[in-house]
């Protein structure tokens, strides 16, 4: 029921990719950001085109999963589209009607716009699906890391979104399963009108809640008495290093960059 | 009234990297008055197919037949149906919500509908069904019970929809011996006095035992074994192949036939394997 509900979207292959650095790929997927901002010409979005791919037929992920990411905008694309199809002023006009004018100006910057919302999307949705959500925080967790020195919690901020991303799924299996069980009572989640779909909310959310807490209070139990203490002094099972390959994907996004800029000046 | 399964295959996540086939082409039949167990390892599918009998779940090719009729066909009122055919899941006490004992088992009968006085019938008699006394719970609230009372509560609440086909996945499960053989007396009595038709999912080869008249051995997805405790625990070693343990009576019978003692190797209830062993015994004696 709630099984086609994907978080976290991490697609578990083998490849160079997933086996880059998280550090390193959160860094790189900021400076493709940087990149797709960069970018004002279509020459230099056929270039970040062809990077996608190549790096998403490099990871090993089908094409087809990255532009699944972009359903759930798709409402926000369009809307871009439209809005600045019909506001942009410019000079050559493609169609006038009523109030409604559409010229060539309009239309380009329509299309550069959601093609740049659309690449931002793609571009980060290849960092989570490459990168495990226990590397990420890791990851995120390493480049906070220097905040400590104004005594920001980067640890507690990593173990605790790490612990949240862990639950996603359990929790979901709970809901999907108290459903099941409340349905087989006669319970009825679908029909009904907005009052009586609330209410009949309650014998989901009670259990939930209740089961939400008993496993919070389970897992402190379980951490204390592994005397976990937080960050200080916390060796790690995985440590993260640098390879070759880090660094060749450094270079490649430099590559990219310089493209884009080169591109941007010379055109 | 009967269920039977044509051909159910099952699998989850159709069409993704994460493709599992949690049930692969099983067929098998219950008729009314029948007490089945279905055994298996974790992992074996018997979670996944008992969430089809009362269509829960929908398979991904074959059929599920109430009295004959597809379960999943296009004029049936599942609704009803599932009040018909009632499914105590695992860990049931993770799934009560209401302020007291009363309220909560009277959740299905208000949802069938019931009028008020018939609602109160139902509660007291599903109390009535699992020990526990009207007097003395009904206000009190399900979170303040034990772990084995919060079970009857949750068994109670299924039970006051009077279904007449009663499913159950692993209800002993993570309950001290006492509790357990409370859930096991209530379930015989609802067998015998009520002539509920049950199906009960369980890997505790001893409650098996003691009330199935029909066992379905599950491993992988499919159905490696069916017939009654007698047959099945005979087979010690296929048993042991696939992971599974057989009563522990049938199992000191196992091995006193292999020590060379002259036994009949199905017998897997502890009474009667005492009462084996005390005739032989006094045979010795007497001679």
Redesign the interface.
């Known amino acids: 029921m709630l099984?086609?509900i994907t978080m976290g979207q991490y697609?578990?292959?083998d490849s160079k990719v997933h086996r880059l650095d998280p550090r390193i790929k959160l860094i790189l997927t900021i400076v493709f950001i940087v990149a797709v901002f960069l970018a004002k010409t279509f020459v230099g979005y056929v270039i970040l085109f062809l990077f996608v791919y190549g790096v998403s037929r490099l990871a090993n992920v089908p094409f087809k999963m990255l532009l699944r990411g972009l359903k759930p905008l798709r409402l926000i694309l369009i809307l871009t589209f439209l809005l600045n199809l019909f506001f942009t002023t410019g000079e050559t006009v493609w169609v006038e009607f009523w109030i409604i004018k559409i010229t060539k100006e309009g239309f380009l910057q329509a299309l550069f716009y959601s093609l740049r919302l659309a690449f931002l999307v793609v571009g980060t949705s290849l960092l989570t699906l490459t990168t495990s959500p226990v590397a990420l925080s890791d990851g995120i967790e390493m480049l906070l890391s220097p905040l400590k020195k104004i005594h920001f919690p980067a640890h507690e901020l990593a173990m605790m979104m790490t612990i949240a991303l862990r639950f996603i799924p359990t929790l979901l299996e709970e809901t999907d399963?108290?459903m099941?069980?409340?349905?087989?009572?006669?319970?009825?989640f679908e029909s009904g009108n907005l009052v009586s779909r609330a209410k009949a909310m309650?014998?989901l959310l009670?259990?939930l809640f209740?089961?939400a807490f008993r496993r919070a209070g389970d897992l402190a139990m379980a951490m204390e008495s592994r005397c976990y203490h937080g960050g200080e002094g916390r060796t790690r099972l995985r440590v993260l290093k640098l390879t070759r390959n880090d660094g060749i994907a450094c270079l490649v996004m430099l590559l990219l960059l310089a493209l884009i800029i080169l591109e941007k000046t010379l055109l | 009234m009967s269920i039977e399964a044509v051909h159910l295959t099952h699998c989850y996540s159709e069409g993704s990297a994460f493709r599992t086939v949690a049930l692969d082409d099983v067929s098998f039949r219950i008729d009314e008055g029948e007490f089945v167990g279905i055994i298996g390892h974790t992992g074996s599918g018997k979670s996944t197919l008992v969430q089809h009998l009362n269509g829960l779940l929908k398979p991904s090719s074959g059929q599920v037949l109430i009295d004959g009729e597809d379960l999943n066909g296009e004029h049936v009122n599942r609704r009803a149906l599932r009040q018909r055919i009632g499914l105590v899941f695992q860990y049931p006490e993770y799934q009560l919500f209401e302020e007291t004992v009363a309220k909560d088992i009277a959740f299905g009968p208000k949802n069938q509908g019931l009028s008020a006085d018939e609602i109160n019938v139902r509660v007291h008699y599903a109390m009535d069904c699992v020990h526990l006394d009207y007097e003395k719970y009904a206000d009190r609230s399900p979170f303040e019970l034990s772990g084995g009372q919060m079970r009857r509560v949750a068994i109670a609440g299924v039970l006051a929809m009077r279904p007449s086909f009663l499913i159950l996945d692993e209800p002993t499960a993570g309950l001290d011996p006492k509790g357990r053989d409370r859930i096991l007396s209530i379930l015989e009595d609802l067998h015998s006095g009520e002539h509920v038709t049950m199906l009960m999912v369980s890997h505790s080869m001893d409650d098996m035992a003691r009330l199935a008249t029909r066992l379905i051995v599950m491993s992988e997805g499919k159905i490696v074994a069916q017939g009654t405790p007698r047959e099945i625990f005979a087979q010690v070693d296929m048993m042991t192949s696939i992971g599974l343990d057989v009563p522990d009576a049938a199992r000191l019978c196992r091995l006193l036939k292999d020590k060379g003692y002259d036994i009949p190797a199905d017998l897997y209830r502890p009474d009667e394997l005492k009462a084996y062993l005390l005739s032989l015994w006094k045979e010795a004696r007497s001679c």
């Not at chain 1, 099941?180 to 009825?188: C, L, S, V």
């Open positions: 099984s086609n697609y578990p292959v399963k108290i099941k069980a409340q349905m087989a009572r006669g319970a009825d309650v014998p009670v259990p209740v089961s």
